[in-house]
């Protein structure tokens, strides 16, 4: 009889549970997503710091806009702007798959002093460039607090958010980029480098230059402030010159 | 003395020869970066471009000012050579040489007004580059941030963050090519005639640079001590951190070598047998 009880609750329970978990983790997601659509356009002054291996960039100050469902721009007002690859994007929007997605609940974990709720997102349609996407919730204010998404093309993106005055609607005041960024080389003969007497080139070392290493690049975002929803138009993202 | 050396250098056509060939590169380069600049651009951040999206003015006055330098690296040390090289060599050819030193000067102090009007000459060729070069590219092409590509990074530089580097750059290009007017004037000693020392030079630059530039572990013993290597210390500030350590070492090479040519140009035309 006890045995029968047990399997009683191996067979019947737990999918039951299973499922009310998965049932809560798609509310979760729905929920969110619906919270995320709110935020039609912005504009925001931020603060930009890139820190990839290759790269030499100082900090840089612009305004950032940002229309729905994908477009966005940094404009520093005749100066240069640098962004990650349009496809892989910089908005939750873009890197939280929209539309049929099959939602899976992966437990708790701590992200700093906030316990989240992790689910798993997979796009229903393979037409995107998102393969999964893993979401840290703080549900008690619905907001998403790290993602890391994989992508087909572009690697992994793994972002942290930090939130402040403008939580309510799911806009952070900090996000935190982390990329795969191929290593960049080009021959010496034709940019006919300074040698500053630190590199000698070693027969050792020949083989590794050949290589296409992929490395983790930081690339951190500061909103200072936002004007949401106030309507922007297409031409503002149109590409400049180069 | 002086006065009569530069009025020498700038009454012969061949000296504006070398101010036409800059003009010339220059309005060329400039005329393929304004038909043709954004593929250019293309094909040069491609590296970059796969992983970034670049916007903005990146193919501005700055960006076209270092492109023209960078192409200018071995013809700017032929032009320097082309009146530093006829210093001696031409008053030796067109027989004037015994006729100078009759006059109560030394054969040190001939030399070095010698190499005083050479480095004139040279302060003039880079400031004319300056103006067509830098001046003309800001006009047509605007200001703006500036993208310096290396062989293993990617340099930005903020618009107001340029202009004191490219005016350091320049007074480093002025200290290398006295160098070169230096070896040009040491040559010119040995010759009775003109060609000699400028295709001499000529040679010795471009085999230096083909030697400074190649990546075998053979040559990185000598690249050091090669004259070319230091040359183009002039980038070192477009660089992030500037490398003000070995920018300054290569200062000092320059220098030295600058110094140890005209010492022994001195020491030889003092002992010079002038026949002409």
């Known amino acids: ?242 | 003395m002086l006065r009569l050396e530069l009025y020498k250098i700038f009454r012969r056509p061949r000296t504006y020869i070398s101010f036409a060939i800059i003009t010339a590169i220059t309005f060329v380069i400039q005329l393929a970066m304004l038909v043709d600049g954004s593929s250019f651009m293309d094909f040069a951040l491609q590296g970059v471009g796969e992983q970034f999206d670049i916007q903005g003015n990146v193919l501005n006055g700055y960006l076209v000012t270092y492109l023209i330098l960078q192409s200018l690296l071995i013809h700017i040390p032929l032009l320097v050579a082309l009146v530093a090289g006829d210093a001696l060599a031409g008053e030796a050819n067109l027989g004037t040489l015994r006729l100078l030193l009759t006059k109560p000067v030394s054969r040190a102090k001939l030399v070095l007004v010698k190499f005083a009007g050479s480095l004139l000459y040279t302060l003039l060729l880079l400031i004319w580059l300056a103006v067509v070069g830098l001046g003309l590219s800001l006009i047509l092409f605007g200001d703006g941030d500036m993208i310096n590509l290396k062989s293993d990074a990617f340099v930005m530089l903020l618009r107001d963050d340029i202009m004191w580097r490219y005016m350091a750059a320049f007074g480093f290009a002025a200290l290398a090519m006295t160098s070169v007017a230096a070896l040009a004037l040491l040559l010119s000693a040995f010759a009775d005639n003109s060609i000699g020392p400028i295709i001499s030079t000529m040679g010795i630059i471009v085999v230096l640079t083909i030697l400074s530039n190649l990546e075998l572990p053979l040559f990185n013993i000598i690249k050091p001590y090669l004259l070319t290597t230091h040359m183009i210390g002039w980038k070192g500030f477009f660089d992030d951190p500037v490398p003000y350590e070995a920018i300054q070492h290569s200062a000092i090479v320059l220098l030295a070598y600058t110094i140890l040519f005209v010492a022994i140009t001195v020491l030889y035309f003092n002992k010079k047998d002038i026949k002409s």
């Open chain 1, 1 to 242: 009889m006890r045995m029968f009880r047990l399997l009683f609750v191996l067979l019947f329970l737990l999918p039951v549970q299973l499922i009310a978990a998965t049932a809560d983790a798609n509310l979760l997601f729905l929920q969110m997503r619906q919270k995320l659509d709110y935020v039609k356009d912005y504009v925001a002054d931020v603060k930009m710091k890139v820190d990839v291996t290759f790269m030499k960039v100082p900090p840089l100050h612009g305004k950032l806009y940002f229309k729905a469902p994908d477009k966005m721009k940094l404009d520093r007002s005749g100066g240069i702007s640098i962004m990650p690859r349009k496809s892989i994007s910089m908005t939750l929007n873009n890197l939280i798959p929209s539309g049929d997605a099959t939602v899976i609940d992966a437990g708790y974990e701590q992200v700093g002093a906030v316990r989240t709720k992790v689910i798993k997102v997979v796009p229903g349609t393979d037409q995107t460039d998102i393969i999964l996407t893993k979401i840290w919730i703080d549900e008690s204010r619905m907001l998403a607090m790290r993602t890391e998404t994989t992508t087909r093309d572009n690697g992994t993106i793994n972002m942290d958010l930090v939130y402040g005055k403008y939580a309510e609607i799911g806009l952070p005041d900090k996000i935190t980029f982390f990329v795969d960024v191929k290593e960049f080389k080009l021959p010496k003969g034709v940019t006919m480098d300074y040698d500053q007497g630190n590199k000698p080139a070693t027969a050792a070392a020949a083989p590794e230059a050949g290589k296409q290493k992929r490395k983790k690049g930081k690339i951190e975002i500061t909103y200072l402030n936002y004007v949401v929803n106030k309507g922007i138009s297409d031409d503002v993202f149109r590409d400049d010159k180069k």
